[in-house]
DNA sequence: CACCCGACAGCACTCAGTTCCCTCACAGGA
DNA sequence: TCCTGTGAGGGAACTGAGTGCTGTCGGGTG
């Protein structure tokens, strides 16, 4: 569609991480950029609206395509793994290319700037999350509340196995780690929006005995207790 | 100690205030802030290194507040209980000036700059959660990620209560709002640093017979069960 | 052919943030 | 009293990001 020849913001993109790379971010001007490039410096500004989005080029279409995804769910599924699903989209970006990522992955660690930028995209698909699962979730009990904790939290984890991958240069397997950081995130908070018609109660009995035991001892015995199956 | 006279610094805060309410902020210069405050250009960056920096005058200081008030933890106490004690510290700064931190919330919810800039500072917070989490869950399976899930969700539900909070202008009781957000992060991830040496496991016990129900089938279950406590 | 339109170059401008240097007040010490 | 150091503030000049505007070229379409 729109994908036709982005032939010049390729070439921004290329001059830019070349001289980022060689003499930094913050010692690297837009001029030097197109200079570089070989194009006028007003043609930098066409195609990124600020110095900081040359560095992650490609995030824009992906929260687009994100949203996208979350928004032809189908109404019926679970929601929480649906947006598990949304953000194996995003880790897809990464390791599509790994020497990419890991480049910026270094130049973001040292640069100020660069660190708020990619936290203020990571707040947008997190909102993404929540405002799907603020649908999904709406006339539950702490409806809101659950959306914007449980988007959070499956944030946090893909971002934790994201990075460890990253501090490993790209060898490692970034989808198990992933894999496994929202195993732990799905085990936290079961699946609080589906539906509780479809299947009959009495496919779960649950009984809990507490003499005295405070209760994070009882959410770890039950932790154990599912781990068995 | 360091808090002798910053007369300059609180007229620069109100001269900014004035003008970025009744003008807004981005049609507002530096150099107005420094006119109307009396003040040469120079001694503005003295008091704050950007100009983001004039809107949260307070959260540098609260920041460090607060990894002092988590480094000086007993070693012995609940983690998670620690870092929503954290929290609460950081809620009084909002509540303490009900109207500042109204009229604050206004202006970064419609200036992209300031979002992006409120983020930085509220990943910093989160963190401090995360960095005091990791120390207390070192050595449990997988400790890190256990911390900066829960930190996520702790910031999350934070964030939730306090929006909510400031959207009814600060009318309504924050710290009930609060509470009960942090009730629920609390309920998700039980204590999972705790030592589980000191009480028996027998005070414990738990039976969950599942016959083909789907996992969120199941915590949904023992949710409503513990909440029949 | 005239016309338009989209991509690009380039110039001039604003404003945030920095560097450097100046002034002034105030302290202490000979 | 004079000298001097010091620290807070004032202010000019500079860098660099981002914007607005104008001009230009090439390639389509009537």
Redesign the interface.
């Known amino acids: 569609m729109s994908s036709t020849k982005p032939a010049m913001r390729d070439a921004l993109v290329a001059a830019a991480f070349q001289l980022f790379l060689e003499r930094g971010y913050e010692q690297t001007t837009v001029d030097d950029i197109v200079t570089l490039a070989g194009v006028g410096r007003r043609s930098f500004f066409r195609y990124f609206p600020s110095k900081e989005d040359v560095v992650f080029p490609d995030h824009e279409r992906c929260l687009t395509d994100m949203t996208a995804f979350l928004a032809a769910s189908d109404p019926g599924c ?1 929601p ?1 793994e649906r947006v598990c699903e949304a953000v194996r989209l995003v880790l897809r970006m990464y390791t599509e290319n790994p020497t990419f990522s890991v480049q910026r992955y270094r130049l973001t660690k040292q640069v100020p700037g660069l ?3 990619e ?2 995209v990571v ?1 947008r698909y997190e909102r993404a999350f929540a405002e799907y699962l603020r649908g999904r979730l709406k006339g539950l009990h ?1 409806g ?3 959306a ?2 449980i ?3 499956v ?3 893909h ?3 994201l990075r460890s991958w990253l501090r490993s240069d790209g060898h490692g397997d970034a989808e198990q780690t992933v894999e ?2 929202l195993g ?9 929006g ?1 539906p ?1 018609a479809d ?1 009959p ?23 154990s ?2 781990e068995r ?1």
Do not use: K
């Open positions: 679970d929480l660190r708020a930028y936290l203020s707040w702490d809101t509340l659950r914007d904790v988007a959070a939290a944030a946090a984890a971002n934790n196995a496994h950081a732990y995130v799905q085990a936290a908070f079961g699946a609080p589906a509780s299947e109660p009495e496919d779960v009995v649950v009984i809990v005995s507490r003499r005295g035991a405070p209760l994070w001892r009882v959410v770890q015995e039950i932790e207790t599912l199956d």
